[in-house]
């Protein structure tokens, strides 16, 4: 069975310039979330779709957003990229949601300048 | 205060030793307990899942869950140099609202761990 892919793989972005990062979940799960690492403020959950609505929300600002598809492949977005998003971002999806084992993917290595 | 504490390390320790890795949390609604582990460049995998206090085994790894206490643990016994990478303790509760199920997953700042030869 194939496992979570994630793409692009890396990406260097600008100052202020807008993003979107792109997930596909294992076959047959409908819950996607995603998540911010960094050295500083470890892995902080952004956001969780099942069955296309974003079901939770993590506190970070509205410039991040994202979307569900009905194959269930999700894309996240941030508008007008700062320094400190600068970070590895994961998406992990799962049957039903967070109580569920969650399968992560590599993750999007984004480096903003 | 975070609510879930994890010592970063990093942890150094010689082959076949046994390995524990600790976390507190401050959320006592919390109702799942894993424990992932982290590679260089890759994303997390899940070794450990439980919701009940008291021990699961699974080969060489023991998660223990203490919940009067709030504390959970991760023993590695006989470690091995392939067992260096990040350990992220992660606690989930979840909750229904108007007919949806919603859950939340709080992870621990990763304990680094290397297992020299």
């Known amino acids: 069975k194939a496992g979570v892919t994630q793409t692009p793989r890396y990406l260097i972005k600008t100052r202020g310039q807008q993003v979107t990062l792109s997930c596909s979940p294992i076959?047959?799960?409908?819950?996607v979330s995603w998540y911010q690492q960094t050295p500083g403020q470890g892995l902080q959950f952004l956001f969780e779709?099942?069955?296309?609505?974003?079901?939770n929300k993590g506190n970070f600002p509205g410039r991040f957003s994202g979307r569900q598809f009905s194959n269930s492949r999700s894309e996240m977005n941030v508008s007008t990229l700062e320094l400190g998003d600068s970070a590895l971002y994961l998406c992990?999806?799962?049957?039903?949601?967070?109580?569920?084992?969650?399968?992560f993917g590599p993750g999007t290595r984004l480096t903003v300048l | 205060q975070k609510e879930v504490e994890q010592d970063p390390g990093p942890l150094s320790v010689p082959e076949g030793a046994i390995v524990s890795l600790n976390c507190t949390y401050s959320?006592?609604?919390?109702?799942?307990f894993m424990w992932y582990r982290q590679y260089s460049r890759k994303g997390p995998e899940l070794l450990m899942y439980?919701?009940?206090?008291g021990n699961k085994e699974d080969g060489r790894f023991t998660a223990q869950v203490d919940k009067s206490s709030k504390y959970i643990s991760l023993f590695i016994r006989d470690s091995q140099p392939s067992d260096s990478a990040t350990y992220l303790c992660?606690?989930?509760?979840?909750?229904?609202?108007?007919?949806?199920?919603?859950?939340?997953?709080?992870f621990g700042q990763g304990t680094i761990l290397t297992v020299h030869p």
């Open positions: 779709y099942f069955s296309e609505t974003q079901r």
């Open positions: 992660a606690m989930a509760l979840t909750w229904n609202a108007g007919g949806t199920s919603y859950g939340k997953l709080t």
């Open positions: 439980t919701y009940s206090s």
């Open positions: 992990a999806s799962s049957l039903l949601g967070t109580n569920n084992e969650q399968f």
């Open positions: 076959s047959g799960h409908r819950s």
């Open positions: 959320n006592s609604a919390f109702q799942y």
